[in-house]
């Protein structure tokens, strides 16, 4: 893998010390690497449940609780990432955490094993140790939902803006798997709410039809 610039330390966050840095102060950065290697992946962490604690107990109680996401992050994947990647909070007022896969053009798995295996990676390790996001803030961790996204460097086209398109589609996924996670919540229940109303009107529909004499057709014969 081609040697890049200097690059804002994963391993400084992941251990719960350093300060996350945000998008627009590695952009250049991303950017660079972008060019060097050829191929970007991005794995978005959908964290804007988390906005809760920022309201109710400021923001620095929501830094610390992205810091610790970072690093519980880190601990799930660290082992898999390269040397020049990078993790980094999303664009202001997004709650976000993103990790940023930098590989050469000519790695093909990168996109066809990869970056899905490490998508596949977070949402089970979240799902094992994911009770520790939010904590001591949240009496329950927060949903949090995962997109990916990829980019193959085009030089006529600004990095800038293939880095852009490439975040987009990580968070189009991302919402894509929350809005379908809220339709399975919602329709057991809907189901439960529409059997039900169903039965309370054929019970209704029934006791109105043999009160009026119209029950049965020897009801009607008899009249």
Not at 21 to 28: I, K, N, T
Not at 47 to 65: D, M, P
Not at 159 to 176: C, I, T, Y
Request: proline letters at 5%; hydrophobic letters at 40%.
């Amino acid at each position: 893998m081609a040697e890049g610039p200097e690059r804002l330390s994963f391993g400084e966050v992941g251990s719960g010390r350093g300060r996350l840095p945000a998008l627009g102060e590695a952009l250049s950065e991303i950017t660079a690497h972008f060019t060097l290697e050829g191929a970007l992946g991005v794995l978005l962490i959908d964290a804007s449940r988390l906005g809760v604690i920022e309201r109710q107990y400021g923001g620095e109680a929501l830094q610390r609780s992205m810091e610790d996401l970072a690093a519980l992050l880190q601990e799930i994947v660290g082992e898999h990432l390269g040397i020049n990647d990078l993790v980094v909070t999303g664009e202001p007022g997004r709650n976000e955490i993103l990790l940023l896969l930098f590989r050469e053009a000519s790695e093909i798995e990168f996109y066809k094993n990869e970056i899905p295996a490490l998508k596949r990676r977070l949402i089970d390790g979240l799902t094992r140790r994911g009770v520790r996001v939010g904590y001591p803030y949240l009496k329950q961790p927060p949903p949090l939902r995962i997109g990916t996204g990829a980019a193959l460097r085009n030089p006529t086209i600004g990095a800038d803006s293939q880095v852009s398109a490439a975040l987009r589609e990580a968070r189009d996924e991302a919402d894509l798997d929350s809005r379908l996670a809220a339709r399975r919540r919602r329709s057991p229940a809907s189901r439960r709410r529409w059997s039900g109303c169903a039965g309370r009107l054929r019970c209704r529909c029934a006791a109105g039809a043999a009160a009026s004499g119209r029950g049965s057709p020897r009801a009607r014969h008899d009249a």
